[in-house]
């Protein structure tokens, strides 16, 4: 009975194994980019309303002890006049407090990187939104 010489396969891929995980991982990258770019516009959203929120709350503090609102100030003024931490090296958001009077105020933020995007918080305690608001 004749002996079948099997040639030994050197371990390895093939190239269309190789061709079907790379098809396959751009497959779920394409898939998964767009989700990840939601997320992050998502964080930096609630980024700026947090902070927002923080200069509403430290406003009421600040005209508590003054008897006014401050007003007409900057992001490097908020954290001077109000004590507070906002970002001013390579910060997210744009931040400034307008307001005519000390009895009221707008505090708000525009994104550095699309200047489209404003929030805006008054006194009223309300959440931030970005209806009717312009920088």
């Given at each position: 009975m004749p002996l079948i010489l099997m040639k030994k396969r050197k371990p390895g891929f093939t190239f269309i194994e190789l061709l079907m995980v790379i098809v396959i991982v751009l497959i779920l990258a394409a898939i998964f980019t767009p989700m990840v770019s939601k997320v992050k516009t998502k964080s930096?959203?609630?980024?700026?309303?947090?902070?927002?929120?923080?200069?509403?709350?430290?406003?009421k503090i600040y005209r508590m002890e003054q008897g006014f609102y401050l007003s007409g100030t900057d992001q490097t003024a908020l954290n001077t006049d109000l004590k507070l931490l906002l970002p001013t090296s390579t910060p997210n958001w744009d931040y400034k407090v307008d307001g005519t009077t000390g009895s009221a105020f707008t505090s708000k933020a525009r994104s550095t990187k699309d200047s489209s995007i404003v929030w805006c918080a008054d006194q009223s305690g309300n959440d931030p939104t970005t209806a009717s608001c312009s920088w």
């Open positions: 930096l959203e609630k980024e700026a309303i947090s902070s927002l929120k923080l200069i509403v709350a430290a406003e």
